[in-house]
């Protein structure tokens, strides 16, 4: 399509107007020449609210100067073409329907509308002067389009478009919408609101939210407060801000009092919640602070000056156990910086809609630990979901592992250990009355190595503790090697695994692969994660030690493996036998997806959403052949960086059993077919499953 039939194109997909007139929506202000959007209409929005385009814009706009009295911004800002990218990409989201996190309402496309005429108005004043030139050199045919060279700078100057910009870039991206609203000429304003959708996916997004953002979004309608309530509680034993852990005992702060007038306004606290039956009937999930616990931590010294009595921490814990008595429908604890005494744990245990502990940097008293080891001691066998985050620089968060022994019936066990070097702990006695008999899904991410390799010899002389295990994630920062992992997947042959996921493999040789096959045929997911060398400690793309394809014949011995994720590198620009089909077409319309209809006679649209989709060169999806081959199960191939960077579905051909691959690039939650959740964790531990016997 031309710029001249572009005129005819105009006529058909103008955008709707509103009830002001041609020559307001035509004439352009400061703001408009700018390409700034408006602010949404406050009815729509808050300052809670998250503006990406916002965001964005600021991130691209330089700090202002200071002259004389006056603020200068605007004059030195740089040309992007960002700003004219976003307008399109607006336009074109309102008439297809998709929805950004700044909502397609009606007052926001008022703005993009005036913006998007004045652009119109201006581009195709440009074309006014179009004055066609036949070059010699070009092929016959071309035509050079000449125009006034003021008015393209001024054009370009307006719209704040830098020099690189070229008219034939303009003109293409302009036809694209044109098109987009010819074929969907009318709007699509976002009709439902996220109070319209059910209570259950409200309390889900909310789980997720920390506590200050949970209070923030309870403070916005009645709705959103009677679901935020269930989780924006935090009862916090708080250390004064204004003082420093760090040298406290030359100063002439008088510890102790704080400490007292601390407690009583955390009496106060608890009091209220106690009170408040509209309150405390409404909470799902608490979390328990002990600050003085981390100032304890902080100071080394023998003469600590953060030390308080015993009986004066008795009673803070007396404290947080009257607020756990109070709550009739707790869910899950969140226990922050604090020691958990017999008293607390007793207290836990009489929770009988507890199913969910959380032990962030904590410690298991002495005396605890002698009652879980050598006689009986309350426990929470209603908990089916524990979480442990532990600290190798604070040797007593070691003790967590006693956790095991307090929640007997967990189904889901994440261990996190945060900090630099191993810990001095000796071994721990609890492995010989541990019990993991109903354990169903294990994470562990950057365990030290003595308590791993305690672990494994516990899954392999205790045959029921692994026995109902699906899934597993290993995570390392540090490489791991093949020897070390094929040992721990060896403890856990007996298992029914469906997901594995091993995250920090050091070398990942074809040995590893034949080692997985053998001992989990079955499995459903599989997801590898190499480091390509000793400075690489995050998820990464990695060079691995042989070519892709020659990975895949081991995956003969995976009889319904469905999904297979690694981190497997390859470069953009690395040219492939994939590109011929584009150079054989004369880089016209390409089969890059494996389509049944021929390319020609597909329409400009579908061209379109297929370049923009898939370019020539990024074709890695082929990767995934070999891998269908050998394993006909396979649904999905991904690669993975530090999120997922492709993802191809891979279907078959009912008559002829050809594979069709359909890869999707950076993809986003919408284009993955299948919950990610449930093939590896998120925020490192698996979904919470319920308990085995619900209120035992």
Known sequence: MSIFQSYDVLMDTSLPTDTRSTEDLSSTDAASTRCRYRRPCPSFSSQDSSRVYEKEEAFERPAPTW?????????????????????????????????????????????????????????????????????????????????????WSRFLSKWRLPDSVSYGQLVQYTQKVLRELKQNPIPRFQDLRLTDTPTEILDNIISFLPIFQAKAVSLTCRTLHDVAQRHAWH???????????????????????????????????????RDAPHVNTQIQKLVLTDEWWVSRRAHPHENNPWVLEVDFLRSVTQIFGSVLKSIPRLSTLVLCDVEMTVDLARRISETPTLHTLE???????????????????????????????????????????????????????????????????????????????????????????????????????????????????????????????????????????????????????????KCIAELFPHLIALTLVRRQNANQHLNKLAVWPHASWEYGPYFRGFKTLRHFCWNFRTEYWDATPTALLAFESNFQIT??????RPATSRTHDEVDALMDEMPYFLDSHWMALPFVVHCPTLESFSLMDSTLDMVCRIARHPQTGKPIMAPSHYPTHASISWNDQQWNTVSSHWPILPPVNPFL
């Open 235 to 273: 009862i916090n034993f708080r250390a004064p801000r204004h003082i420093s852990p760090f040298n406290v005992e030359y100063s002439d702060v008088d510890l102790q009092l704080l400490a007292h007038y601390c407690r009583e306004a955390l009496e106060k606290n608890a009091a209220f919640l």
């Open 359 to 513: 032990l962030h940097l904590c410690q298991i008293s002495r005396m605890l630990r002698k009652k879980l080891t050598t006689e009986s001691a309350p426990v929470c066998p209603n908990i089916a979901n524990l979480h442990v985050y532990m600290d190798s620089t604070f040797s007593e968060t070691h003790t967590q592992w006693y956790g095991l022994l307090l929640c007997p019936h967990i189904r889901t066990l994440s261990v996190v250990r945060v900090g630099v070097g191993a810990f001095p702990t000796p071994d721990l006695p609890l492995w010989t009355r541990c019990r993991l008999d109903h354990l169903e899904r294990l994470a562990l991410e950057n365990v030290d190595l003595g308590d791993l390799t305690k672990f494994r010899d516990f899954l392999a002389t205790n045959r029921t503790a692994g026995e109902k295990i699906t899934h597993f994630k290993l995570h390392m920062d540090w490489g791991i090697t093949d020897s070390e992992v094929a040992e721990l997947l060896s403890a856990l042959r007996n298992a029914p695994l469906e997901v594995l996921v091993l995250e920090g493999l050091a070398e990942a040789e074809f040995a590893l692969f």
């Open 591 to 596: 089969s890059w997806d494996h389509s049944l």
């Open 67 to 151: 002259q004389g009295s006056e603020w200068l911004a605007d004059s030195i800002i740089q040309p992007t073409v960002y700003h004219l990218l976003r307008l399109f990409d607006s336009v074109k989201g309102f008439h297809r329907g998709y929805l950004d996190l700044s909502g397609r309402h009606p007052q926001r496309y008022y703005a993009l509308q005036n913006q998007w005429n004045a652009y119109l108005c201006d581009f195709l004043d440009l074309a006014m002067d179009l004055k066609p030139s036949y070059d010699t050199l070009d092929a016959p045919g071309v035509c050079n389009v000449i125009f006034s060279a003021d008015r």
